[in-house]
């Protein structure tokens, strides 16, 4: 005969009992989490059930000023912060990974639950600061990580958690999309655009991780780990930015009624093997002008999830800025210090289904070719036969004078993406193929 588990229980600190906050950062976000914190305790303390009190400010530099921060709050040393026993819950924003990695180990070990707004560390150290956790028995949160002020990190782990997922797509980087929405209603090209942006503050003195497409994979790795529970991190994604899209490459997209977006694609696939499998991908695409999408515009993000039974969904809002990503991680703060006053702890990770990550060149894909060609008889039959040497269904040809030779627009019909890249290899070795002007994927639908 087999005895009924022992219940468990887990009482939690008492109503009306202090969470004790450190602070780990002090820049735009820190501050606006301080400010919000404090201009709206007396609220807080009835949302949680008890009050939040801040323990202590950990910077790097003490002298600078710290407007908002009483002197006594402020440290540079976060490891002692974060062990204190007056501590319960560990805010990180301090952005970056190896530092930040080594605090948030140091605060989960010492049993602190901890809210982190951190994409790079969470897309790259998951399953490390997971694991921690569990064997702390405390909370991990990171709704800020991913397109800030929206909510889709608690959707994919809570209200979707009896759904199947079969994609999510979206617009997680408010800067290339600042960029590319200014080429598209101005014609001006990526350069001017990129300039604007960064007069504007929409791009930051150093936009690499947003122009190459970094900061939007990190994203996409967290959000495919969440929707198809499986680990996934930042390098397991295929990624390419918005450096190379041209004025022209807008202009023909404008021509074609589509507009060109910086997607992050995480989709359940089918591999040339039968099995199921995770592509995740981060690259431009021509999105039609009347996809959900392609209205999102200026520096806003927003994704898109199909799933089985909830049909397709959409969150849209903020994705960056001081008080978005303050009121997100404030969000997580509440949640986490609920469950120091009440007993409990919000879902961890969950990785059960553990699918393999497709090699990239597995996708189904559609590509939009543009290429300067010679203009004489037989060429486009020649062109056409090299994607039907591999199978590749064309849907639309388009062709214009150019100069001396003519420009021809190809838009296929879906195939995995190895097969069209070896397809435009090909094209580009043909002699009569002048040059590739580019290559952009088309959105699957
Ligand atoms: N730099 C990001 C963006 C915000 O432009 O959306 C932080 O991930």
């Known amino acids: 005969m087999t005895s009924a588990p022992a219940p468990s229980f ?139 002020a929206i909510p889709v990190v608690g959707p994919l782990r809570r209200s979707l958690a009896g759904d199947q997922i079969q994609s999510v797509m979206g617009i997680v980087n408010g800067t290339t999309n600042f960029i590319l929405d200014a080429m598209d209603s101005s014609g001006a090209g990526y350069d001017e655009s990129l300039a604007e942006a960064t007069r504007l503050g929409y791009a930051e003195a150093d936009p690499t991780a947003d122009v190459e497409g970094h900061d939007a994979a990190s994203k996409a790795a967290i959000l495919a780990s969440l929707a198809f529970h499986t680990r996934v991190t930042s390098d397991d994604v295929y990624c390419e930015g918005i450096t190379n899209i041209s004025a022209e490459d807008i202009r023909a997209a404008k021509q074609a009624d589509h507009t060109i977006k910086l997607l992050a694609i995480c989709e359940k696939i089918t591999d040339s093997n039968g099995e199921t499998a995770i592509s995740v991908g981060v690259h431009p695409t021509l999105i039609p002008r009347s996809h959900p999408l392609a209205a999102v515009n200026k520096s806003f993000n927003a994704i898109f999830v199909e799933a089985e039974a909830a049909g397709r969904l959409m969150f849209y809002g903020n994705g960056a800025g001081g008080a978005p990503t303050a009121s997100a991680v404030l969000g997580d703060v509440v949640g986490a210090a609920r469950n120091k006053v009440h007993g409990g702890r919000a879902p961890g990770e969950s990785t059960y289904a553990n699918l393999p990550i497709a090699d990239y060149g597995e996708t189904p894909t559609r590509y939009h070719v543009d290429m300067e060609v010679e203009d004489r008889v037989g060429v486009l039959a020649d062109l056409a036969q090299l994607f039907a040497d591999r199978g590749i269904s064309l849907r639309t040809i388009r062709q214009e004078e150019s100069g001396e030779g003519a420009r021809l627009i190809v838009v296929t019909h879906q195939a995995r993406e190895n097969s069209l890249a070896a397809t435009v290899e090909a094209l580009k070795d043909h002699p009569a193929v002048k040059s590739i002007n580019s290559v952009i994927r088309l959105e699957r639908g």
């Open 10 to 148: 887990n009482p939690g600190k008492g109503i009306g009992s202090p969470v004790g906050i450190a602070l780990l950062g002090y820049g735009t976000v820190g501050s606006e989490v301080m400010r919000l914190m404090t201009e709206y305790a007396d609220e807080l303390e009835h949302r949680i059930g008890g009050p939040l009190q801040i323990r202590g400010v950990a910077v790097s530099d003490k002298s600078k000023p710290r407007p908002g921060v009483p002197d006594e709050l402020l440290t540079d040393d976060a490891f002692s912060l974060v062990k204190r026993d007056d501590v319960d819950i560990v805010v990180e924003v301090i952005g970056g990974i190896d530092y930040p990695r080594k605090v948030v180990l140091a605060a989960l070990k010492a049993g602190k639950s901890v809210v982190t707004a951190n994409k790079a560390l969470v897309a790259a150290h998951a399953a490390e600061l997971a694991d921690a956790a569990d064997e702390a028995n405390v909370d991990l949160y990171f709704e800020a990580a991913v397109a800030a």
